[in-house]
Nanobody, 126 residues
Framework: QVQLVESGGGLVQAGGSLGLSCAASGGTFSVYCMGWFRQAPGKERELVAAISRSGGTLYYSDSVKGRFTISRDNAKSTVYLQMNSLKPEDTAVYYC???????????????????WGQGTQVTVSS
């Protein structure tokens, strides 16, 4: 099991930018696919971005495509989420998640992630 700790959340005005980081420990980071999920009050948790072990395969939900960028630094055991052009509807708790995978360039299904961080609050004011 890998331990995940998110950082970088906060309050930002609509149209602004925010960067999240997720530091992993206790495992070999490079064997994990990584994802960022979010959960807004009263809504189900949703996958917003994912990155394969190699970094060569990416996924973005339609709601964030073109505005968010996921990246990873295997040497630092860290995954990032750069969020630009933020909207009030991006307000949520953002969670980092990991899934160990034998594949370099395949992404797991949304329900297969089994390692979770504690979450970080992102609030976008209008």
């Amino acid at each position: 099991q890998v331990q995940l700790v998110e950082s970088g959340g906060g309050l930002v005005q609509a149209g602004g930018s925010l960067g999240l980081s997720c530091a992993a420990s206790g495992g070999t980071f490079s064997v994990y696919c990584m994802g960022w999920f979010r959960q807004a009050p009263g809504k189900e948790r949703e996958l917003v971005a994912a990155i394969s072990r190699s970094g060569g395969t990416l996924y973005y939900s339609d709601s964030v495509k073109g505005r968010f960028t996921i990246s990873r630094d295997n040497a630092k055991s860290t995954v990032y989420l750069q969020m630009n052009s933020l909207k009030p509807e991006d307000t949520a708790v953002y969670y980092c998640a990991a899934k160990r995978s034998p594949y370099y360039d395949r992404l797991p299904k949304e329900g297969e992630y089994d390692n979770w961080g504690q979450g970080t609050q992102v609030t976008v004011s209008s």
